[in-house]
């Protein structure tokens, strides 16, 4: 099916007209998100495809603000939670719809070791690194400073833009956010006239580093971010997951998720379990959790074990010398998650090469941030699905069935998520030879 996701992310050029000139499908006007910034120009730059859809990307931080898709009855609707403006994103500390790195998620008491030399990170969350350190105002951390920390607040350097498609590129400094080695970034993201929104990382290095990157978008399939997410039905492809204590911190033991609230092998509603008298629960306060997606778990000689996705090895074994658990970096993209909104009919397929994803119910939204329309955005009114390597994966990589998360000079990093949008009773117009036929809910065949 993505065999050509390379012409994916090439792909033609789809339609490029807007409503008013400067003004959005989703409303936003780009006037309102171009300004100097870290000495280089914001923009908002509007993709569309010949289905109608359109989304919206600022290079501040990579961050995608709109998604316009079409519901069961073909009204367009936004499904992705944000703010308003640059000046919202660039004053306000949010992760709305960004680029996560240099590492996403957390690393255990901010600190990595790379052949014997320990690095110290940002600890801006429980006394751990989430995020790479993510801040505007890194001095309130010792011993770092600059404007920002974190990719998130990155004015990224737009290299080429098509009616359909964007490509930015950015370079992490050595020793940004206490990282190590000077990386060079590029990030793409493409719509296609089928309704993928395909999105690809990749980045290489001049010194040893880790490096986890993915889109922190906040989706709300009701087309309403003032309803709550809990109606959504959710189906993750993982039969296990990675627990995490009271401060949200990876334990280092993958867990199988049958007969818990953990468990979304079949679809079921997000807010079902999601108050459950069960730890793991408790610890995230709700859904904050990565899944150990299903994927085949091959051995050195590249012989797959198993093709159903169970744990690799027994929890708590160490690797041996040549064995590798975790070729998921190593293989294709596989679904990773399906959300299903009720209420619009609309349906979105996850699909990633990274061995987890990151289920976040939007369980500290308070209503501080106000989102497009000026509103609070409340708790539980979005839900995030990261694509990414586990939580402190730089410190848990010698533990079996976990990834690894380094890069050293001369390797390229490759992440890719892709996010399938469709909808009940909808399928492709007349004409649109690129759409996968085998996709469920994607198109018809042509009668």
């Known amino acids: 099916m993505f065999a050509g996701l390379a012409a994916t992310l090439a792909l033609l050029a789809g339609c490029n007209s807007a409503p008013k000139e400067g003004v959005a499908l989703s409303g936003l006007k ?4 171009q300004a100097e910034l870290q000495g280089k120009k914001t923009d908002l730059y509007m993709l569309r495809n010949e289905a109608g859809m359109e989304v919206c990307v600022t290079n501040f931080g990579a961050r995608v603000v709109s998604i316009m898709v079409p519901d069961k009855d073909g009204k367009l609707v936004d499904v992705c939670v944000g703010q308003p403006s640059i000046q919202a994103y660039s004053t306000i500390e949010s992760d709305f719809g960004a680029t996560i790195g240099r590492y996403a998620n957390r690393i255990a008491g901010g600190k990595i070791t790379l052949d014997g030399t320990t690095y110290q990170l940002p600890q801006n969350n429980f006394g751990h690194c989430l995020h790479g350190g ?3 105002n890194p001095s ?3 011993g770092f400073k600059g404007e920002y920390m974190g990719w998130q607040y990155k004015v990224m350097d737009v290299e080429e833009v098509t009616p359909n498609s964007i490509t930015m590129t950015f370079v992490s400094p050595d020793g940004e956010a206490g990282f190590p080695g000077n990386v060079k970034g590029k990030v793409q993201y493409t719509l296609t006239p089928c309704g993928k929104l395909a999105m690809k990382w990749t980045a290489t290095t001049d010194k040893k580093t880790v490096i986890n990157v993915c889109n922190h978008l906040y989706f709300n399939l009701n087309g309403d971010y003032h309803t709550p997410i809990t109606n959504h039905l959710l189906t993750i492809n993982a039969d296990n997951y990675t627990p995490v204590d009271e401060t949200f911190m990876t334990t280092g033991e993958i867990a199988p998720v049958a007969g818990t609230p953990m468990d979304f092998t079949s679809p079921k509603a997000i807010g079902q379990e999601i108050n459950a008298d069960f730890v ?13 997606l299903n994927k085949p778990c091959c051995k050195g000689d590249g012989k797959c ?5 169970e744990a690799c090895c027994e929890e708590g074994k160490e690797k041996a010398e040549g064995e590798h658990c975790d070729h998921h970096d190593k293989g294709g993209i596989t679904l990773a998650a399906t959300l299903v909104s009720p209420k619009t009919g609309i349906r979105m ?6 061995p987890g994803i990151q289920v976040y119910t939007g369980n500290f939204l308070d209503g501080t941030v106000k989102g497009k329309d000026g509103k609070p955005i409340e708790r539980r009114t979005a839900v995030c699905l990261e694509t990414q390597k586990f939580p402190d994966t730089p410190n848990k990589s010698d533990l079996c069935g976990w990834p690894d998360a380094t890069l050293a000079p001369g390797q390229e990093y490759e992440s890719i998520v892709v996010y399938q949008f469709s909808s009940e009773g909808a399928c492709c117009k007349e004409g649109h030879e690129n759409c996968d036929k085998e996709q469920k ?7």
């Open 349 to 354: 397929d996850v699909f990633t090469n990274e």
């Open 305 to 309: 074990e198993k093709d159903g996705g």
């Open 30 to 33: 780009r006037a309102d998100f």
């Open 441 to 447: 809910d994607c198109c018809e065949e042509k009668k």
């Open 280 to 292: 793991q629960l408790k610890n995230g306060k709700g859904y904050d959790h990565n899944w150990v």
């Open 134 to 136: 993510c801040t505007l």
């Open 140 to 142: 309130q951390f010792p």
